[in-house]
């Protein structure tokens, strides 16, 4: 007999475009493992974006946390027994959703570097929003896995963060920024990237591997699957 999968809970709508995302690939991860009509228990909170973006906006962070905090407790009042940040972002302010739950997060860093891990990659360029990366927690969670994190120029890493804002959570894919992102990626390899981690959820909307000339790690693609892997309890989220 199948044990009891577990509930994940997902703090999600950051945007809801890659939160649908996160919500297929769970699915696919247990029904591939189960079969049937075998689907993931998912407590969802999806937040309304526009209220956790003015906080970006206005650099309230505080404010911010307390919005995902208060995500992090509905999901596990709804019976998560592990809870995700459906965006890189977000995980800014990681630690203070840690401190208002009782039950383990899992950090999509963390993720990303078991990835790295797999292939063998010591060193990641990072294409996420400016905070990714110009600040320093993204890249010190990749650290403490082993992983170097290396980054675009000023100019390069101002186009990647408008793109994301004024397209791609907003759900607009357009072809010169593909484009753009593509001669990014190029000027990380020239800078010793091995690979890249898309680290915005939503840019995996916009550049597939065969654009890319350098592999590329989807971080909403490997933070699902392990969440999947935790529904199924085949992982366990210290």
């Known amino acids: 007999m199948e044990t009891r999968m577990e509930t994940v809970g997902l703090i999600g709508g950051m945007s809801w475009h890659s939160t649908a995302t ?12 189960r079969g049937g009509h075998a689907s993931a228990r998912i407590a969802l909170q999806s937040l309304d974006f526009a209220e956790v973006r003015d906080c970006q906006v206005r650099g309230d962070w505080d404010g911010a946390a307390e919005l995902l905090a208060e995500a992090g407790r509905r999901c596990v009042g709804g019976g998560a027994t592990a809870v995700a940040i459906c965006t890189n972002l977000m995980h800014k302010v ?20 078991a990835e790295a891990g ?9 294409l ?3 905070w990714v990366m110009e600040e320093s927690f993204y890249a010190d969670r990749l650290a403490r896995h082993g992983v170097a994190a290396v980054v675009p120029g000023a100019a390069e890493r101002e186009a990647v963060d408008t793109i994301v ?5 907003q759900g ?34 916009l550049v597939s591997p065969e654009d890319s000339p350098l592999p590329l ?13 935790v529904a199924l309890g085949e992982l366990t989220v210290a």
């Open 22 to 33: 996160y919500y297929r690939v769970i699915n696919e991860v247990v029904a591939a493992a």
């Open 94 to 113: 990681a630690p203070q959703v840690e401190a208002a739950i009782d039950v383990p997060l899992l950090h999509i860093a963390d993720a990303v570097a």
């Open 118 to 126: 797999r292939h063998g990659w010591g060193t990641l360029g990072i």
């Open 128 to 130: 996420g929003t400016r």
């Open 165 to 169: 804002f004024d397209e791609l959570t």
């Open 172 to 205: 607009i894919v357009r072809d010169a920024s593909r484009t753009a992102y593509v001669d990014v990626i190029r000027g990380l390899a020239d800078q010793g990237a091995e690979a890249v981690v898309l680290a915005c959820t939503e840019i995996g909307l």
């Open 217 to 229: 790690i989807d971080s909403a693609e490997v933070h699902a699957r392990e969440l999947g892997r």
